[in-house]
């Protein structure tokens, strides 16, 4: 059984730090992705990455996928209360993607 | 392009009450997603389709029962309502394109089963 562990599980912090979160699997996936969810909401699709080693930026967000493509982080700068939200990342096989489940983020204004 | 669209948002059941949840997308997309998220254990997939008249058991599909008659709709049938099915449901669709696999989620359905 495929699994994907994000963490932290929840974090808080104030308007302006970094931050990393994490995801890690023992299994090897063909892409994965980041969503982010907001409350009342269903999760919207931040990026894929697909080769190991791979680095994406999204204005504030960084991106990276592990060079054995088991695992992958989301740094974020500068941290802003828009960026409240549950990421979610996502291993995709085939036409099926198995999610971890999430870590919860709030920023602090 | 209104996207994907669930009806309804919210719902409260009694136990062994029967009810359909519908998904619809306008997207023109082959496959279509049946998910529950519960605290503490992120999206769980309950039955997938890759096409319309076909559907296939996903990892919690116990309890469940799938159709999807149409292309643009997919529908998610309990027969017979436990508590252990309160949660959040969401339907998601995406292309054929396998590296990608861009889901697109709908805004999720409310259910408690007391």
């Known amino acids: 059984t495929q699994l994907l562990e994000q963490s932290p599980q929840f974090l808080s912090i104030q308007e302006g730090e970094n931050l990393t979160v994490y995801c890690n699997s023992s299994?090897?996936?063909?892409?994965l992705q980041w969503y982010r969810q907001e409350p009342g909401e269903g999760p919207v699709l931040l990026v894929t990455?697909?080769?190991?080693?791979e680095v994406k930026k999204l204005k504030r967000l960084t991106f990276q996928f592990g060079d054995a493509r088991k695992d992958s982080s989301l740094h974020i700068t500068a941290a802003q209360p828009g960026d409240t939200g549950l990421y979610l990342c996502?291993?995709?096989?085939?036409?099926?993607?198995?999610f971890g489940a999430g870590t919860r983020l709030f920023v602090k204004a | 392009n209104a996207g994907v669209t669930q009806t309804p948002k919210f719902r409260v059941l009694k136990t062994g009450q029967s009810m359909t949840l519908l998904c619809a997308q306008d997207?023109?997309?082959?496959?279509m997603y049946w998910y529950r998220q519960d605290p503490g254990m992120g999206l769980r997939l309950i039955h997938y389709?890759?096409?319309?008249?076909?559907?296939a058991k996903g990892e919690v599909p116990d309890g469940y029962n799938v159709s999807r008659l149409k292309k643009q709709n997919f529908l998610l049938g309990l027969e017979s309502a436990a508590p252990s099915q309160t949660s959040v449901y969401f339907c998601?669709?995406?292309?054929?394109?396998?590296?990608?696999?861009?889901?697109?989620f709908g805004p999720g359905t409310r259910l408690t089963v007391l």
């Open positions: 997207m023109n997309h082959e496959y």
């Open positions: 998601a669709s995406s292309l054929i394109r396998v590296v990608d696999n861009e889901q697109f």
């Open positions: 299994s090897v996936f063909s892409s």
């Open positions: 389709s890759v096409g319309e008249g076909t559907t």
């Open positions: 990455v697909v080769t190991g080693g």
């Open positions: 996502a291993g995709a096989g085939g036409f099926k993607t198995i």
